[in-house]
């Protein structure tokens, strides 16, 4: 018998051997009741009615430091020169 997986539920054992349970989305997380135990159909649902309430872009996640090559990149795309050429 197989089981089924379920879109961003991740589960590892901590040092004492007991399985722990995360929702992960786009590096953060929330912790949640084992499968199969009361309450957790309600948390996986919420959580995944709050993802798709509240999504933000990966441009959110990515901050390039100040000077880089990426940094100049991002500038120069966003400014007026370049949308004037665009």
Same mark, same amino acid.
């Given at each position: 018998?197989?089981?089924?997986?379920?879109?961003?539920?991740?589960?590892?054992?901590?040092?004492?051997?007991?399985?722990?349970?995360?929702?992960?989305?786009?590096?953060?997380?929330?912790?949640?009741?084992?499968?199969?135990?009361?309450?957790?159909?309600?948390?996986?649902?919420? &959580? &995944?009615?709050?993802?798709?309430?509240?999504?933000?872009?990966?441009?959110?996640?990515?901050?390039?430091?100040?000077?880089?090559?990426?940094?100049?990149?991002?500038?120069? &795309?966003?400014?007026?020169?370049?949308?004037?050429?665009?």
């Amino acid at each position: 018998m197989t089981g089924v997986r379920l879109k961003y539920l991740h589960c590892f054992r901590d040092r004492h051997g007991r399985a722990r349970y995360y929702f992960r989305y786009r590096g953060q997380q929330w912790t949640i009741p084992a499968p199969g135990t009361q309450g957790f159909a309600s948390a996986y649902d919420g &959580l &995944l009615a709050h993802i798709k309430a509240n999504p933000f872009s990966k441009r959110d996640n990515v901050q390039f430091m100040p000077g880089s090559l990426a940094w100049a990149i991002e500038r120069f &795309l966003a400014s007026p020169l370049y949308n004037e050429r665009a």
